[in-house]
């Protein structure tokens, strides 16, 4: 009942104002005047077209074929396409990623309640419903961008990776690179998510164990066996009847104490042990995803760039001032959780409880966040030039709007990676979070120009794996965002302008 009524929830505002969208802004419009033509291209057989200018690989046009493909034989029976070419208007190619937006709206149900199983229905829809709404992703639900694709095909890979489907996730981590390169990041996140499953399996009920990392292995085609093993006797934990399969591992690790009392060395520790003991049941389940890896490397080193057109404006930079921007947005999106009394109360109670460590961990943030801001703070000339993008005013109002601001936000910026990185530990390993920062740097420390639709998946991954159980905070969340849709969804709409100095009509967006 759930998925269902995600669906049609998420269909009740996607259908009307994709059709609001079509009628008022029926031409391609920004980065849509590349991928519009390019897809027709391929609406009228011409497989070997390719704009330059066009800086990702093809994904989001094989499955927009696919989709034209699914409507032309209705079309056809209602007199209203001529020819398979004539259907691929801009406002049915949009409408791939409206049609998209609702498939990902039911995945992230999925994840939802697999990774939180105890959380009832209701909560479960309301959590979904919410997260639909962010912003970043509502918004490209209306046009013709790879971003709903993007996030719908990384966010299936990494649901069919917790159910253990391998190697079907690894041929939709595939795709998802196929439809933009910087997937490639979050397809070896899903794999060390996969490799951490496996090996620091966690317990929390018990609580009150010996805090030595005590770890219990199951035989799982035989639920009573089980050898508890410490020390120098980790390395004999394996029975004699292991059988290797590639789909599902006969042996479940639990530390019992992880992630709350054992420290971030400890796991490390414990799951290079695992891993050495299960690095042929690993490497039959996970090598399909390095067969990615390896086609991604070769096609960087033939391609000379990770960007297919226009290389010169996509050049690799370390602009390590992405990760402070990131951390300060996810934050606000995430405001109700992160600023509220008590969060601030529980980074402080943190920090007061090991002040030594936590002094120095502040200090060396602070100082490598005022060196980001100085040294590798990146102003892209699209960012300068481009009026048309918010964050044109968020650089020039606020982040630059005095010499001495950028400097005063990096306490925030800390701040909330602090908090991010206090939300995260509750249910996951240290190990995984850090996995998730190196991911997350990856992804857009290498990233010249200021982006906020870059930050959509890693955004995504925070918020699915932060315990934020306050429906209020959740409720306070989806008004935010709803307020910030109309706002942004009006002024693209109803608010044009026109520039002097190019014709055309010109409209604000993200």
Same mark, same amino acid.
């Given at each position: /009942? ?27 419009? /920004? ?59 801009? $406002? ?34 309301? @959590? ?5 709404? @962010? ?25 069919? !990776? ?25 397809? /070896? ?32 085609? $035989? ?25 599902? +591992? ?34 039959? $389940? ?40 990131? !951390? ?48 590798? !703070? &990146? ?12 964050? +044109? ?5 606020? &982040? ?14 800390? @701040? ?25 740097? %990856?992804?857009?420390?290498? %990233? ?56 055309? &009509? ?5």
């Amino acid at each position: /009942m759930g998925r269902v009524a995600v669906a049609l929830i998420v269909s009740s505002w996607v259908i009307p104002i994709s059709i609001l969208v079509n009628h008022i802004v029926p031409d391609p419009y /920004m980065d849509e005047i590349f991928h519009v033509p390019q897809t027709q291209q391929y609406c009228k057989g011409n497989f070997r077209s390719w704009d330059p200018m066009i800086t990702t690989p093809p994904g989001l046009y094989i499955v927009s074929l696919a989709h034209v493909a699914c409507l032309f034989p209705g079309l056809i029976f209602m007199n209203a396409a001529p020819s398979f070419s004539k259907t691929c208007t801009t $406002s049915i190619l949009r409408s791939t990623n409206g049609v998209l937006a609702i498939f990902c709206s039911i995945l992230i149900y999925e994840l939802i309640t697999h990774l939180r199983p105890a959380l009832e229905n209701k909560r479960a829809t309301l @959590y979904t419903v919410v997260l639909t709404l @962010y912003p970043l992703h509502w918004f490209f639900t209306y046009l013709y961008y790879t971003d709903v694709l993007s996030l719908t095909a990384v966010l299936a890979t990494y649901l069919l !990776s917790l159910k253990e489907k391998y190697w079907t996730s690894a041929l939709l981590g595939g795709f998802a690179v196929l439809v933009r390169q910087t997937n490639i990041i979050w397809i /070896m996140f899903i794999v060390c998510t996969g490799v951490i499953n496996l090996t620091l399996a966690q317990q929390k009920e018990n609580p009150e164990l010996d805090k030595s990392s005590i770890l219990e292995v199951k035989d799982v085609r $035989s639920p009573s066996r089980k050898i508890v093993t410490t020390g120098s006797n980790l390395r004999k934990r394996r029975p004699n009847n292991h059988v290797n399969t590639p789909e599902h +591992f006969p042996y479940k690790a639990t530390i019992r104490t992880l992630p709350h009392s054992a420290g971030l060395f400890k796991e490390i520790h414990i799951m290079f042990l695992r891993l050495w003991q299960l690095k042929w049941e690993l490497f039959t $389940s996970f090598s399909p995803f390095f067969v990615i890896l390896v086609a991604f490397l070769a096609f960087v080193y033939w391609n000379g760039s990770i960007v297919l057109g226009a290389k010169d404006a996509h050049t690799i930079s370390p602009h390590l001032a992405q990760l402070l921007y990131f !951390s300060l947005v996810s934050a606000l999106f995430l405001a109700p959780a992160h600023f509220s009394l008590d969060q601030v109360a529980a980074v402080a109670q943190s920090f007061w409880k090991n002040k030594p460590l936590s002094i120095l961990e502040w200090c060396i943030a602070l100082i490598a966040g005022c060196l980001s801001v100085r040294f590798f !703070s &990146i102003a892209h000339p699209y960012l300068l030039a481009d009026n048309r993008h918010y964050t +044109f005013y968020l650089w020039r109002k606020v &982040i630059n709007t005095h010499s001495l601001m950028k400097y005063l936000l990096v306490p925030l910026y800390v @701040y909330s990676w602090f908090s991010i990185s206090e939300i995260l530990a509750k249910s996951r390993p240290k190990i995984w979070v850090l996995a998730y920062f190196l991911a997350s740097a %990856a992804t857009l420390v290498p %990233a010249p120009l200021i982006e906020l639709r870059y930050y959509t998946t890693p955004f995504f991954f925070l918020v699915l794996h932060s315990d934020i159980d306050n429906k209020y905070s959740w409720f306070l969340m989806g008004m935010l965002y709803i307020a910030i849709n109309i706002f942004t969804m009006f002024m693209f709409l109803f608010r044009p302008f026109s520039w002097n100095h190019e014709p055309g &009509i010109q409209r604000f967006l993200w």
